[in-house]
Nanobody
Framework: QVQLVESGGGLVQAVGSLRLSCAAS????????MGWFRQAPGKEREFVAA????????YYADSVKGRFTISRDNAKNTVYLQMNSLKPEDTAVYYC???????????????WGQGTQVTVSS
């Protein structure tokens, strides 16, 4: 069992930055492939970024590539999402999730946080 709690969301102006954190508790955080997803009102949940267990491999949606950076600190059981050059279309609830294997589809993740709201004003 893994419990995930996101933090760091808020209101920011366009081209600003935010850093989201996801603190994990429970067993074997370092054994999990971690991902960030987001869901805007009226839209499906979409993949944002993911990172391998050791942090040696990262993956991004095309819409955030070059602006967002995912990282993890296994000693602190925490995964981060640094978001730069934010755009109004990045407005969504952001979720972190844990999986046993490399995955980019929401259905492939086993554990989810409650989400944190990110609002980008123009």
């Amino acid at each position: 069992q893994v419990q995930l709690v996101e933090s760091g969301g808020g209101l920011v102006q366009a081209v600003g930055s935010l850093r989201l954190s996801c603190a994990a508790s429970g067993r074997s955080f370092s054994d999990r492939f971690m991902g960030w997803f987001r869901q805007a009102p009226g839209k499906e949940r979409e993949f944002v970024a993911a990172i391998r267990r050791t942090g040696g491999g990262t993956y991004y949606a095309d819409s955030v590539k070059g602006r967002f950076t995912i990282s993890r600190d296994n000693a602190k059981n925490t995964v981060y999402l640094q978001m730069n050059s934010l755009k109004p279309e990045d407005t969504a609830v952001y979720y972190c999730a844990a999986a046993f294997h490399l995955a980019v589809e929401p259905g492939q993740y086993d554990y989810w946080g409650q989400g944190t709201q990110v609002t980008v004003s123009s």
